[in-house]
């Protein structure tokens, strides 16, 4: 390494042009590359010079390393300057439109539900929807061999027939109940999962609202008339409606409710409901001889098919562009 060696490095670097990026960082692994780097070699090989030579080398080299540093920044600083160029604002550039969302119907049919009954003065609560057996069957009045267990089809989950999901809000009537002093009157909304036929297929979940209402001397007049302002908000004065007797083990007595759509269609059942049976507010606690009241419970997405003529559910599941773009003017 002597000094014509050196004078020919310190040429070299002097004389670099970067034109891209990549010339850059070819120039810095040159000379700076960790394995095959020029100056690194020269600094490894320094310890072999006999010491009187080493400071005067090692400055050199130390040199040589700065030059190259500078040249890397200052082409560094070219290039952002040249970016900063080229990002320059272009006014004729058409801008980025905001793609407008929508809500989906079962979240309108929802939100209408609860605004027809926060007007008149149910408050909102949710339950969880992995439940266990005493809040969504036993304190329902629905023992271990009630046939009606049958009937929902449950997902236990963790080969544990204790805990599951949840087949129908009326679970949270339980849980409420037990933690609140009449009177209330409660509305909750959520998911529910068990084989169910909604339209012409089957679903394995649904969403459901279930409401209660607890008083002194709550009758079953009281019921009619809350459900018959329900279907009227949501499917206009003129609907026809009807309360046919029906049984649920948490109800006494209990019915379902039809609405007459057209002739062609005939009657369609909505909802189910009833008086809340004594023993069913005995085991939460609350003195059946002092208060009654009833509940209803309904699914959202049989609604969601009526409001909308919807004729298969699946398609709300699908999250089809085409399909949930014609609910944009609805909220
Ligand atoms: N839980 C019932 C079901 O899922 C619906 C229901 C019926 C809820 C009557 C109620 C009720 O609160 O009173 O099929």
Redesign the pocket.
Known sequence: MDQKEMDQIREEIKCFQAKTSNDLEFFRIKFLGKKKGILTFLFKKLKEIPHENRKNIGKIINELKKNVQDKILHFQKINLIENKKTLKFDPTIPGKSLEIGSLHPISIVKNRILDIFKMIGFSYVEGPEIENDWHNFTA?NIPVDHPSRE??DTFFLCKNPEILLR????SV?IRYMKKHKPPFRVLSIGK?Y?N?TISSHSNFMFH?A???YIDKKVSFLDLKKIIQYLINSLFGKSVKIRFRP?Y?P??EP???VDIYRDDKTGWLEV??????DPQVLKNVHINSEIYSG??????IERLALLIYQIDDIRICFENDIRFLKQFQNDF
């Open positions: 329902l009937m929902q087949t129908h809000t009326s009537q529910v068990r169910e459901q279930e409401g209660f029906s649920f948490f109800t209990s019915a379902e909802m189910g409901c009833g008086m809340i009833f509940a209803f419970g309904m699914g």
